[in-house]
């Protein structure tokens, strides 16, 4: 260093111990706001750059810490819903026990009635269920709960979405097709037969059943019997979330031939040609009956009389009726036939098969349904409107024997819908519960990536402040030392 050597003007020394204290002291007021603070990065003048990522940082993690806050009231609603869903499942397995009792026939009808009325309550208990179940005065299940979003994540886009359709009483129930109307109907509404001589009523083409779950085909073939067809919509319901059931019942006014005589074979079929048959020989109407009753373990087909004299035969499950063979007796069809090719008499709507073995076939009756409504395309085909309608929860009533079997199918499906939407609610509370976790273990993780940009290392620091405190007295020393020896530079002085 050079300068004037004994100045009492210039202190170069002193000069360089104060720039050193001054920077040992900047060096000491940093690592003691680290120290304090626990961060290396303060302000952006102590790192800009390291300031900006640590607020990227910052701000992933409130948004992430939001989010998750925003998923744990997600999963509050979702479990609001579900005890909701379950009081009103509870309610409606009550209305099934009693639908069953309903439909023992053991009832007189005041006591029918009181079952009635306390149906009446349980199905005004579900929708009061549906319209006072809310989260934050938000209604969850009277049907404007809909395309609802939850905010599970930190940035746009990262959302779930939920839609609660209307639990009411009058909103769930068994979504049906109902018979076509009008001439081309195969049977009137209320559910008689087709009946031909050749048992082809049924149109031939594809049945489109476009169902909640999705869309499937069914074949149909012209003598195919209404069991035939709803085993093959059953076969598909896992594609369609569709069902179906047949039934057959043909009416009949039944005369007998010589001395009241009947001679004829019976049986049922699926495909118009006859199988199971039996042959049924009896003299009067009583035996007639008994004669059918007894060999139904083989046709599975019923016999009753009606209030008006004719003998209705039933087949539950949908197979054809088949009356062929007729040497003794004489059978008239009360049911409304649509073909005019019977093969036998026609009289005034009606068909009479002739003595020699002419044939009276009839096709039952495929329904379709299910819990959430559903279209058909081509159901014309086999006697049906396209679109279902519902049959709703609100609408049962079990005062009658045909009443409580209807209500027994309407709860069935009610239970069902209420089944999916709970299963529904689970799944996507999972899925939020799955969603939370994720984000608990992205603020930890990013926690750990702040903190690696962000936070100060203690000890390097503590050992940093020892470091310059040391150099900062070290500095006060030698501006000392170079005060006194300017001060020795006086006593020169006369």
């Known amino acids: 260093m050079s300068g004037a050597i004994g100045s009492i003007l210039s202190n170069s020394g002193a000069l360089a111990a104060l720039n050193g204290i001054s920077a040992a002291q900047q060096a000491n007021n940093n690592y003691e706001q680290q120290l304090s603070s626990g961060l290396k990065i303060n302000s952006p003048a102590d790192n800009p750059a390291g300031f900006i990522t ?10 992430v810490n939001q989010a998750s806050n925003n998923a744990n009231e997600g999963i509050s609603l979702l479990q609001t819903a579900q005890g909701a869903v379950q009081q009103q499942l509870n309610v409606a397995q009550k209305l099934n026990s009693i639908a069953v009792q309903a439909a ?21 208990q579900i929708s009061t269920i549906a319209t006072q179940t809310q989260f934050n005065n938000i209604n969850l299940l009277n049907g404007t709960f809909t395309g609802v979003q939850f905010q599970v994540g930190a940035n746009a886009g990262q959302t779930l979405s ?37 048992g082809s009523a049924f149109t031939a083409g594809a049945l489109a059943i476009n169902g909640s779950n999705g869309t499937a085909s069914v074949n149909v073939t012209t003598n195919e019997s209404a ?30 031939g010589a001395g009241g005589s009947f001679n004829f074979t019976l049986g049922n079929d699926s495909s118009g040609t006859a199988k199971n048959d039996v042959t049924i020989s009896a003299t009067g109407t009583s035996s007639l009956i008994s004669a059918i009753n007894n060999n ?11 209030g008006s004299g004719n003998i209705v035969l039933t087949q539950s499950q949908g197979e054809n009726i088949s009356i062929t063979g007729v040497s003794q007796g004489t059978f008239t069809t009360k049911n409304t036939p649509t073909s005019a090719s019977f093969g036998g008499t026609t009289t005034g709507g009606v068909f009479t098969p002739a003595a020699g073995g002419a044939a009276l076939i009839a096709q039952g009756k495929v329904s379709f ?22 049959e709703s929860l609100s609408s049962i009533n079990v005062s009658t024997t045909a009443g409580a079997n209807k209500a027994i199918n309407v709860v ?50 503590s050992q940093q402040l020892t470091q310059s405190q040391i150099q900062a007295q070290a500095g006060v020393a030698a501006l000392k030392s170079s005060s006194q020896l300017q001060q020795a530079y006086l006593s020169l002085l006369p």
Request: proline share 2%.
């Open 54 to 63: 640590a607020q990227g940082f910052t701000s992933q993690i409130n948004g």
């Open 104 to 124: 023992n026939g053991t009832q007189t009808p005041e006591e029918a009635q009181s079952l009635q009325g306390v149906v009446s309550q349980l199905t005004g």
């Open 162 to 198: 939920l839609s609660i359709s209307s639990t009411e009483a009058n909103s769930i129930g068994m979504n049906t097709l109902d018979a076509a109307s009008g001439p081309t109907a195969l049977y009137t509404a209320n559910g008689s037969a087709a009946v031909t001589s050749t």
């Open 227 to 256: 069991a035939s067809i709803a085993a093959s919509v059953n076969a598909l319901t896992n594609q369609t979330n569709v069902q179906a059931q047949a039934s057959t019942q043909l009416v009949v006014q039944a005369t007998g």
């Open 296 to 306: 139904t373990a083989k046709t599975g087909i019923t016999a009753t009389q009606n």
């Open 369 to 390: 349904q299910s819990d959430e409504g559903f279209s058909v395309a081509n159901a014309g085909n086999i006697g049906l409107a396209s679109q279902s309608n519902l």
């Open 412 to 461: 069935k499906y009610a239970i069902q819908g209420l089944n999916n939407l709970g299963g529904q609610l689970g799944a996507t509370q999972q899925r939020m519960q799955a969603t939370l976790n994720n984000l608990t273990t992205t603020a930890s993780n990013l926690q750990n990536g702040l903190a690696s940009v962000q936070d100060a290392n203690i000890p390097q620091v």
